[in-house]
């Protein structure tokens, strides 16, 4: 059964670095989502992307983040200039359609992001 | 805006006993609703969903939800747990106008034992 994959599963990195954060979503998926979990917290949305644009983002996503599709494949979130809150688990998520609010979205087993 | 409530942040069952989590919901627009759940060191999958119509939902592994728009709920129920049931759940919602953005509660670990 095809399945979303992240990479990589632990990202360790100093406080005030850039970091990208992987995503391979099924392959025929449409829509692409990045939610982050904090430790004890609960799942939160960050952002959707469609058709190579953002389509909603939370006001957690703020110009400190970014995605991209780079190729055909590959969906990335960077985080510039990393914040001790930052730690978290970062998961993927894809979907089928091009209206994505009833589809099952997929979701990767996450990347544990810790920044010191 | 919407919220998520899960009652419980632990539920404790015996293998073989029936289970139900607990989820209320709050929103001023229309909503989706959904159940994930979580086994260690794995990603969210999908247990069931409802979009519209039956109130009662079915969903893999025997689960099943009912949806109660007067009260805002939709709790999740397993007539007979087994061990590897042991897990992370998680009541999500969507609001029918967003892009698909799911709003999660806190979740709740359901431990299995014998």
């Known amino acids: 059964e095809p399945e979303v994959t992240q990479t990589p599963s632990h990202q360790v990195t100093q406080m005030g670095q850039e970091v990208i954060l992987r995503c391979v979503p099924i392959?025929?998926?449409?829509?692409f989502y990045w939610y982050r979990q904090i430790l004890g917290q609960k799942v939160e949305f960050l952002v959707s992307f469609y058709n190579n644009e953002i389509s909603e983002k939370s006001e957690i996503f703020d110009d400190q983040f970014s995605v991209e599709r780079p190729d055909g494949s590959n969906f990335t979130l960077k985080i510039r200039s990393t914040k001790l809150e930052d730690s978290a688990m970062y998961f993927c998520?894809?979907?089928?359609?091009?209206?994505?609010?009833?589809?099952?979205?997929?979701f990767g087993p996450g990347t544990r992001l810790t920044v010191l | 805006a919407q919220s998520v409530t899960q009652l419980d942040s632990q539920v404790p069952v015996f293998e073989e006993a029936p289970v139900e989590l607990r989820c209320n919901y709050s929103?001023?627009?229309?909503?989706?609703l959904f159940w994930y759940v979580q086994y260690p060191n794995q990603g969210l999958q999908l247990l069931l969903k409802?979009?519209?119509?039956?109130?009662l939902v079915k969903g893999i592994n025997g689960f099943e939800a009912e949806f109660n728009k007067s009260q805002t709920s939709f709790h999740l129920r397993k007539p007979s747990v087994h061990i590897s049931d042991t897990a992370e759940y998680f009541c999500a919602v969507s609001a029918t106008d967003s892009w698909g953005k799911l709003q999660f509660g806190a979740g709740t670990q359901v431990v299995v034992t014998p």
């Open positions: 929103s001023s627009v229309s909503v989706y």
């Open positions: 409802y979009l519209s119509g039956s109130t």
């Open positions: 392959s025929n998926h449409l829509y």
């Open positions: 998520a894809s979907s089928t359609r091009s209206s994505g609010r009833k589809d099952t979205q997929y």
